[in-house]
């Protein structure tokens, strides 16, 4: 059995030397338990977390230890009752060629449905990603104006397919002139920009003159930052990827959104404005609240309208200790 171990956590860029091929005596299947070889090994970008020593939305992989990742594999022997010799499956062999597992954890294959590697990338993971992250988070409709960021990728390439299907215009940021042409000419995409050769802020201006209403970020860093300054009332932003910062030694200065992709948090901006119509439910809850004592109010009043300018500054300076009023004359 071939197999590729990680030997050192790659520090910045991944190094070969990080990895070593080993080779081991085939393990047999056990009770329940299913041989199989490996026929497609899967490699995606959430790798790059689980060798590396930081928290990452999956657990670590171990020094020395074979590196994780879906397969298609085929059925050697079994001691399963759902699987036999020669099926196809959707196991997790990660990298070496022959791996046993539990049947429960194997999908069984159709070859006739799909070509067998289909299902580690558009009718799998990366798949159920673009498809879920855009339909449930994006919430696209018609007309609407998309941004889907490493566009020609395994998941940015169905994301942004979907979302023309869907009736919206997708612009598309990939790394070179050969992923944008495809991206345009091949998949459909409205406008394909080259985040390496053009000015991206500019071009993305040119190219959503009514701004931006998704956001499929793929990426975080420069991209996110970028496409921040032009999206539009109501936008709705999918976090799925931060690729921009897997290989990074330390983060850039400023926020960071990881923990919201990794804790799935949501953020959501609020104005006072669009929640007029809960006037009547707000002040009926908070004058009882404040009847019964359960709801406290202080204020800082100051005398005078002429003390209204120093009273404001010290607002700004934290100097007000309470709601801050003025009271211009008896009442
Ligand atoms: P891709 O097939 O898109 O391959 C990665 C691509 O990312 C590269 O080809 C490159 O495209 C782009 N890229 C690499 N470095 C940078 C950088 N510094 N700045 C901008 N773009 C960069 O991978 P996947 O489709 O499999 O994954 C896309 C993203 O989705 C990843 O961030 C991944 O982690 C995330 N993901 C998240 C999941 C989740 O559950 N949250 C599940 C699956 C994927 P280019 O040359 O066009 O820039």
Known sequence: NKQILLKSRPVGEPKESDFALTETPISQPGEGEVLSRTIYLSLDPYMRGLISAGESYAANVELNSVIVGGTVS?????????????DFVLSGNGWQTYAVAKGETLRKLDPSQAPLSYSLGVLGMPGLTAYAALLDIGQPKAGETVVISAASGAVGAVAGQIAKIKGCRVIGIVGSDDKRD??????????????????????????????????????????????????????????????????????????????????????????????????????????????????????????????????????????????????????
């Open 74 to 86: 085929q059925v050697i022997q079994s001691n399963h009752p759902q699987f036999q010799a020669g």
């Open 182 to 331: 495809y991206i345009v000419k091949e998949l459909g995409f409205d406008v394909g920009i080259n985040r390496k050769t053009q000015e991206l802020d500019a071009v993305l201006k040119a190219a959503a003159p009514d701004g931006i209403d998704i956001y499929f970020d793929n990426t975080a860093g420069v991209i996110l930052e970028t496409v921040l300054q032009q999206i539009n009332l109501g936008a709705r932003i999918p976090l799925v990827g931060l690729i921009s910062e897997y290989n990074a030694i330390s983060l850039p200065h400023g926020p960071n959104l990881r923990p919201l992709l990794i804790k799935r948090a949501l953020i959501k901006g609020f104005l006072v404005s669009d929640y007029q119509h809960r006037t009547n439910e707000f002040v009926s809850d908070v004058a009882g609240w404040l009847k019964s004592g359960q709801l406290k109010y202080k204020e800082d009043v100051v005398v005078g309208l002429e003390n209204a300018p120093c009273a404001f500054i010290g607002l700004l300076r934290g100097e007000n200790f309470g709601k801050l009023v003025v009271k211009v004359s008896e009442d």
